[in-house]
């Protein structure tokens, strides 16, 4: 490996639920500035999307694949300067996933703090469910990656990857790159508006509305949202550490303006609530509107998508063979 290599970097989605302003600030808003100077990869992970198989249907999940493949693009992610790709594409992940699961202690599954919340809102538990943070150690070991922008909830399993690989280096000698979770100081956590004690989420975006701001969603029902959001029993701006619901606001604001967060409390502090949601709701607006535009350009061309996916799963391949030639090699598997 060169020592002059640039940094790369590897993030996903999962193409289930509505892709929303939290996804965006804390991950993807992330990547589009990493990739400026990274060698960045894109990937949208469908195989995680199956985890939890009565939350997708088969012909959704293909819609959500192309979906959200757009969106990255829409929100500035430049498939010419990046590799973007759907990940049941690559089968190199599936293989990986695996060889990597055979090297992991049942006991690390089982204390994933995700795994115990989303296991006990199902009647049945699959098995993938379980396994599915080693699935994305693999997706991330695979390209001998350094950095994963990622949101505050997915940092247990980033630290989960960096145990499985340097395990694995240690039974089967130097396999892998060990990469660090690279997570926003604000924005990292974005709330519910309707519900500022949870994470906003994309599965409770599609049935509770006024819970996410979808980066789909019509301005009308952006500004319903914003306006309809939780602050605090109080009508004005007093402290913005008096209620989470006030302090998800102006993250929003701040990540998404640019604008230092003291000066945006300056700004709105002893006025009502009012205020201060009028202006998020152009913030939000500037940001989404050319996302909404460029999506619906990307859409109407499906052949041009699929060009860009095709290029991109092709370049995945290709960084992806060295690596799982490499943890093949280290297990034992296929002939001498
Ligand atoms: P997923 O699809 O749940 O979320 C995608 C990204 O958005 C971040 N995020 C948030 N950030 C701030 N506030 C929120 N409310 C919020 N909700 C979600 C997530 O942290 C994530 O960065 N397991 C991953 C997908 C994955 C992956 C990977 C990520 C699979 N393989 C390899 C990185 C590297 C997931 O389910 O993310």
Redesign the pocket.
Known sequence: MSEIRKKRV????????K??I???????SLWRELQATADAIF?V?DL??MTVPEAVKPAELRAKNREIAALYIACGIDPSRTTVFI?SEVTAHAELGWILTCATPLGWLHRMT?FKSKSERQETVGSGLLV??V???A??LLYD?DL????????Q??EL?RDIGDRFNHLFGETFRLPSPL??ES??????LDAPDQ????STGETVPGH?IGLLDPPGAVKKAIMRAVTDPGQEFRDEHASPGVRNLVTLYEVLSGEPRQAIIDRYQGGGYGYLKKDLVDVVEATLAPIRAEHARLSADPAVLDRLLDEGASRARDLAAPVLARAKRNVGLGRA
């Open positions: 590897f993030s996903g989605v999962q193409p289930s639920g892709l929303h939290g996804n965006y600030v804390g991950a993807i990937c992970v995680h999307a990940q995700q599915y943070p699935l994305q150690a997706d991330i990656t994963v922008p990622v949101g505050e909830d997915q940092k399993h980033i990857c997570i926003r924005g990292a956590r974005i709330m519910g994470k906003m989420s994309k996410s």
